[in-house]
């Protein structure tokens, strides 16, 4: 089970902008290159002030921006005739590299570390890699679970949220990252076995 499940109907909540978008000309790869653009600015102001706590707030605000701003610019290629081979490849790239930017500078933030941090985004981007490799087996592009890209934002999404109104986070908080990467290693898992058994 994953929070991706969810994604058809906030599309159809997004709908009437994402057509009131196109007829404004707005393009789906402007909005991909946007939503990135945006992720890197908030991950580097939160960076720069992380001895504060308020700038964490930023990142749930933001992650929920951006699961919409990910949800249009998917629409406008599908369902307004914008499908083009370089928006295939900066919807990718731009979600790993925004991914990135957004989860370090939870890596400043005690009892969080580098290296803790570090592995979630390096398997974090592995997991986005498996999706894609589903293609190249026959299948098609996978989005399984348990640790997907909106169960990620979400619990970013709630860290930030933590981060931002508490003075300090206990000890015991560390195992949420190690939690995520476990979850991120069955993912991984779960998305290479289903391609495979769907390819086959």
């Excluded at 102001?45 to 951006?66: D, G, K, Q, T």
């Excluded at 348990?146 to 933590?162: E, I, Q, T």
């Excluded at 069955?186 to 998305?191: D, K, L, P």
Aim: hydrophobic share 55%.
């Amino acid at each position: 089970m994953s929070i991706y499940a969810l994604k058809p109907r906030f599309q159809s909540m997004l709908r009437p902008l994402t057509a009131w978008l196109a007829r404004a000309g707005v393009t789906a790869n402007q909005v991909t290159a946007a939503a990135c653009l945006i992720s890197l600015v908030v991950a580097g102001f939160v960076a720069w002030n992380s001895h504060e706590r308020w700038p964490f707030l930023l990142i749930p605000l933001w992650m929920f921006l951006r699961m919409a701003f990910n949800a249009i610019d998917g629409m406008l290629a599908r369902e307004f005739g914008q499908k083009t081979r370089l928006g295939a490849y900066l919807n990718e790239l731009t979600d790993v590299i925004s991914d990135t930017a957004l989860y370090l500078p939870f890596a400043l933030v005690a009892p969080f570390a580098l290296w803790s941090v570090g592995l979630v985004v390096l398997l974090a981007a592995i997991s986005e890699y498996a999706g894609v490799l589903g293609l190249m087996v026959g299948a098609s592009r996978r989005y399984d679970g348990p640790m997907g890209k909106s169960d990620r934002a979400f619990v970013f999404g709630a860290l930030g949220l933590w981060v931002g109104v508490s003075d300090s986070l206990p000890e015991w908080a560390f195992y949420v990252i190690v939690l995520m990467a476990m979850a991120l290693v069955h993912t991984i898992a779960n998305r290479v076995r289903r391609g495979l058994a769907e390819g086959h």
